[in-house]
């Protein structure tokens, strides 16, 4: 799966396998988390597509109070992958804020 600008800040997921190509497209949020307010824990596993390290590293970028942690040895379920971690990560960020 790759990840496309459409030009108009839509993002376009262009999806292939067996069947014939799919796009789809993305209201393009991403390009509004400027706008969030709120502290925000964003979580990621090393082991992930570097399309999601990509929009991670937009949303560290681009808010206030951004929080970015990876778990090592976890894809995209890191949260699933390391549950006791997970607990302790949020339960932490929660009391901290």
Known sequence: ??????????LAYD????????????????NRAGELH?????????????????????LERSGRDVRRVSFDDAGHQAALERPREFEELLTAFLRAH
Do not use: C, F, N, Y
Not at 15 to 20: C, E, I, Q, T
Not at 38 to 46: C, E, H, I, S, Y
């Open 38 to 58: 709120a502290r925000t824990m964003v979580l990621t596993g090393a082991l992930d597509t570097s399309d999601i390290h990509e929009v991670a590293d937009l």
């Open 1 to 10: 799966m790759s990840v496309l600008e459409t030009g108009d800040g839509r």
């Open 15 to 30: 999806v292939r396998g067996d069947g014939p190509p799919l796009v789809l497209l993305h209201p393009g949020g991403i």
